[in-house]
């Protein structure tokens, strides 16, 4: 009987906290994104692609690190929406606010 180790995959066990992990990822990486709020995001935009690609490869691609990335992105861009977006009503909801879904038939 013959067993063919290239089979088996690979499990691994991380013993860490991720949030831990990824804090730490982020405080080890900030000091090389630059110094103005721009360069900063410049360079985190191209970290975030060579990331992209790794995970679409899978050769060099180290998730806590792409989570520290995003993060870092998501600090150094200031807030596009304050408040959320008011979602649009569909189809069904307007019929049953005007009266003439099937929720507003009358009884007789």
Same mark, same amino acid.
Do not use: W
């Given at each position: 009987?013959? =067993?063919?180790?290239?089979?088996?995959?690979?499990?691994?066990?991380?013993?860490?906290? &991720?949030?831990?992990?990824?804090?730490?990822?982020?405080?080890?990486?900030? &000091?090389? +994104?630059?110094? %103005?709020? *721009?360069?900063?995001?410049?360079? =985190?935009?191209? +970290? +975030?692609?060579?990331?992209?690609?790794?995970?679409? %490869?899978?050769?060099?691609?180290?998730?806590?690190?792409?989570?520290? =990335?995003?993060?870092?992105?998501?600090?150094? *861009?200031?807030?596009?929406? %304050?408040? &959320?977006? &008011?979602?649009?009503?569909?189809?069904?909801?307007?019929?049953?606010?005007? @009266? @003439? @879904?099937?929720?507003?038939? %009358?009884?007789?």
């Amino acid at each position: 009987m013959h =067993l063919c180790h290239r089979s088996r995959r690979i499990r691994v066990a991380r013993s860490e906290n &991720p949030e831990e992990a990824i804090a730490a990822r982020v405080a080890a990486l900030r &000091p090389f +994104l630059g110094r %103005t709020g *721009e360069e900063r995001q410049v360079a =985190l935009r191209r +970290l +975030l692609r060579a990331e992209r690609r790794a995970a679409g %490869t899978g050769i060099g691609y180290d998730a806590m690190r792409h989570a520290a =990335l995003r993060r870092l992105l998501a600090e150094a *861009e200031p807030a596009r929406f %304050t408040a &959320p977006r &008011p979602r649009p009503a569909r189809s069904h909801e307007k019929a049953a606010t005007r @009266g @003439g @879904g099937p929720s507003s038939s %009358t009884s007789r």
